[in-house]
Structure formats: C-alpha cells, structure tokens
C-alpha cells in the first residue's frame, strides 16, 4: 500500500522552484516539512516580485553603462552628427577624429564600445576621457555633461576660436555657444543646433543634420 | 494506505453480496487486491457497463481506484493524463451515486488527491519551461475542481498559476528576444493576475519591468548603422513601452511605496521617458529608503 504524499505545499514548492531554478538548488522536489513550505511560499513571493530583469543588479550607484538610454541615444546621435558636419581647418581632416567627454561616464563607455572602431571619413575615431577641467586638449567634437555645466563659461571662453563642436545638454546652451544641445521633446531625445555658432568654430552643418533637428538657430 | 482502506471497505460491505454471487464486481476486486491491475482494469470497465452495476457507487469506486493505480503506474505522460481523467470520472460517478454515504469519504480523498495531482503537474511543467503541458493540466486541475464543487474557490490558485507562468514567459523570452510572441504571452499571463486581482503587487511590477525592460532593449540594440531617423523612430517605440510600464510600476509603488525596487524601477522608467525630475526624485527616495 502506497502512502499519498500529495499536499498543497508541494505544488507551491514545485511553482517556487520554477523561478528559483536558475538562482538556487536549495530547494527540492517533494521535501515535505512544513517550514520548507513556509520558506518556500515566502521565496516565492520574493522571486515573483523580484525576476532577474534588468532593474535587478542595479546599485546606488551611477546607472549602469548599458542601462543607460540617454547616454545610448546620445553616442549615436554624436556618431551621426560626425560623420554629417564639415569641418573647414585642414588640420581638423587628418589623424585621429577626437571626442572628448567630459563627464557622462557612462557615454563615454557607450562610444569606446559601439565607437571607438569606426572612422569619421578616414579619421579613426578616438575617444577621450577628459579631466573635469576647463583647460580642454584639442578635440572635434567636445561633450559636456550636466554634472559639468560649471565648467562651460570657461570652456566657451578657451574654445571660441577652436575648430571644436561643442555639445551640451541644458536649457540655453545655444546662446551661450553651444554649436548642439540635447533636448528633451515629448519623452524622446532630440537635438538642438546653432548654425551661427558652428560658424564660429568654421563648421559646416549639414542639411539633413539641419532638417531632423528639433531646433536651429540660424 | 487508501488502497487498503478501500479493499476493506469494500470487503466488508460487499461481503454478504460477494457470497451470494461472483460475478465481474468480485473478480475486479480480487484482481485487484491480487495487484493485477490490467485485468482488474478490463473486468470493472465491463462491469460497469452492466444494468445491475452501472449505478452502483461501490463499482465506480473500485473503477477510480484501479485507474488510480494504474496512473501511478503509467510511465508516459499522455497515457498517465487519460487514466488519472477515468478515475476521476469514476470517482465523480461514485460520490454522485452514493446517497448512502458508505463510500463517499474514500472516493472523495482519492479524487482530491488526484484533482491535487494536476495542479503539482502544472507547476512540474512550468518548472521545465514547459507551458503547454502546464497549461493543458492546470485546465484539468480547474475542470476536476469544479466538477467536485462548482463553488469551487480558484482564484487564489488561478492567481499562483498565471503568475508563474508569465515568470516562465518572461524568461522564455529573455533567452530569445526575437520571440516576440513570449513577451505577448507574459503579458498577458501578468494582465489575466491583474484582472483577477488589481492589488497583486507581484503582477504589476512583473508587468512594468517586462514592459520597461522591452524598451529599454530596443535602445541597446542600436548601433552605428542607425542613423538619426531610425533613432527617432526606436525612441518613439521604446517610448511606448515605458509609457506601458509607467502605470503599472506606480500601482506597484502605491500599493509598498517602502519597496525600494519599485522606486528603483519608477527612477528608470522616468529616465528612459526623459522626465529627469521625476527620475530624479525617485532615484532620492530610493537612495534614502534603508536596504531590505
């Protein structure tokens, strides 16, 4: 004669188990003591609300490089605008093309991984990790963080001259000489562009930059 | 244990007929207290078929049991499905004849055993990944339950069920992102949980972070061959998603604002949807809050 060992903790074992498979091998099979059914349906409640997903391994820290929406969004817009601006200074069309980051940690790390093997033209791209300071190396393109926006008035001051494209991400940053400025429209990420002030800096813009622009300013 | 309870129930209440007469009844039973349950199976299924026996609780019991048994017995899933389904069936029929009670309680505890049964196989199968068979014997564990007792109370059961398998969807489809049709389903499964029950805090987070984790995924997958209107259009869809998400991971917030996931998950989504204020705010709230 067999003894029945169906009970109902024993189908919320066996659901428990279907989610912590993978995490533990803890629990097993028809273990039939009443604490393991307790655990069970408390570790069921935990993995239920709490699936590996991509929020899962996320700490107090600054977000994860490949969590970061804005900064994806962003490498690629810098990438694009690259590759559809002209910059008139012979000395800007030879050797590596530099971004220089200052702040956005999580760009940078975005553009050294989808990036830093592509070319602008000829140019191999370079992408560097620059000091937060206003006393800038020589880059093509220089991207400024929000964490950093205290650094621009000198920045401007030091790069007015330069053949360097500035590029920011605050209210404003069009007057006071950004050539592009990440805005935000509509919960999506667009750009903004002044036409005056890449003329400063004797770059050309160009048309389909201009025309999928969210704003230009002649 | 059962089994030997039912033979001397059996035994004892058939004994003054099992005197008078042999007839199929009797060879069953003593086939199947002899453990020969193929014949016992072929001896009841006629008896039962018979004017005399077709009505007789004691003859649908034994019928449940040796099916019962020869379900134990089974070593493949399709054939163990359609005799545990014939000894239910029979168990049903003897309960239901049974006016005077005498065997009521047996075939009771064997059907709840057997009803039992399905809904550790569903979980079996959600555990191998396996929605169809989970899906397939959580509707017989649903039908044998209500056969029983149509007020049957499933929903907490019901609730267990489509929680886990959109668990089970959602890492389905995390193997395999171009399985759209897995993200579908998990939404779905965690949708069915919400309109069971709107305060499944589980149920709306699972569905927000499935939503915000679809959107998220589109933006990883751009590269440098996209140029900036496809980023436009990706963002817009991926906007969607968060704007999916967003709803649902504030129920989830509402419902435990002290859960620092769900202000970890509102932070993301914010920031994905470009509202840095409200990203930010939340991403406050999350750094105060003390670990869990």
């Known amino acids: 004669m067999q003894k029945m060992s169906s009970h109902p903790g024993e189908a919320m074992r066996l659901l428990c188990r279907v989610v912590l498979n993978s995490c533990t091998k803890a629990m097993r099979l028809g273990a039939k003591s009443t604490p393991g059914a307790i655990a069970a349906m408390r570790l069921l409640r935990i993995v239920l609300v709490t699936p590996v997903f991509l929020f899962a391994t996320v700490p107090q820290q600054p977000r994860e490089a490949e969590k970061d929406t804005t900064a994806i969004l962003q490498a690629n817009y810098l990438y694009n605008i690259a590759k559809l601006v002209e910059w008139k200074d012979a000395e800007m069309r030879s050797g590596n093309f530099v971004i220089g980051i200052i702040g956005g940690a999580n760009l940078y790390q975005e553009l050294i991984k989808q990036y830093s093997t592509r070319t602008i033209g000829k140019q191999p791209i370079e992408v560097r990790k620059l000091p937060r300071s206003a006393d800038v190396e020589k880059c093509h393109i220089l991207f400024v963080g929000r964490s950093d926006l205290g650094l621009l008035p000198e920045i401007y001051k030091k790069l007015q001259k330069e053949p360097t494209l500035v590029v920011t991400e605050y209210t404003g940053a069009l007057e006071d000489g950004a050539v592009v400025n990440f805005v935000k429209v509509n919960n999506l990420l667009k750009y903004e562009m002044s036409l005056s002030n890449a003329q400063k800096h004797r770059l050309v813009m160009g048309l389909t930059l201009k025309n999928l622009a969210h704003h230009v300013e002649e | ?292």
């Open chain 2, 1 to 292: 244990m059962l089994r030997r309870i039912l033979i001397v129930v059996l035994t004892v209440l058939s004994s003054p007929w099992l005197a008078a007469q042999s007839d199929m009844l009797v060879e069953a039973l003593r086939k199947y207290q002899a453990g020969e349950l193929s014949v016992a199976r072929e001896l009841i299924d006629e008896a039962v078929q018979l004017p005399e026996h077709v009505g007789n609780a004691e003859a649908w019991l034994l019928r449940g049991f040796v099916y019962k048994d020869l379900y134990k017995a089974a070593t493949t899933v399709d054939r163990s499905d359609d005799l545990r389904d014939e000894a239910l069936l029979s168990l049903f029929n003897c309960i239901a004849m049974d006016t005077a009670g005498s065997y009521k309680d047996n075939a009771a505890q064997a059907y709840e055993f057997l009803t039992r049964s399905y809904f550790n196989d569903a979980a079996r199968a959600l555990n191998d990944m396996d929605d169809v068979r989970a899906l397939n014997v959580f509707a017989k564990y649903k039908a044998a339950a209500l056969r029983r007792d149509p007020q049957s109370d499933l929903h907490s059961r019901e609730i267990e069920f489509m929680n886990a398998l959109g668990t089970v969807y959602t890492k389905r489809f995390n193997q395999d992102r171009k399985s759209l049709d897995r993200f579908d389903k998990a939404i779905a499964a965690y949708k069915s949980v919400i309109e069971l029950d709107p305060e499944n805090y589980g149920a709306n987070y699972n569905l927000a972070t499935l939503f915000y984790n679809r959107g998220v995924y589109n933006i990883q997958r751009i590269g440098a061959d996209d140029e900036i209107p496809s980023i436009l259009q990706i963002q817009e869809a991926s906007r969607e998603f968060f704007q999916e998400a967003l709803p649902f991971m504030l129920k989830a917030h509402d419902m435990n604002p002290s859960r620092r996931e769900t202000l970890l998950g509102l932070e993301g989504i914010y920031y994905s949807l470009q509202d840095q204020e409200s990203s930010d705010k939340f991403r406050q709230l999350f750094e105060e809050m003390p670990q869990e």
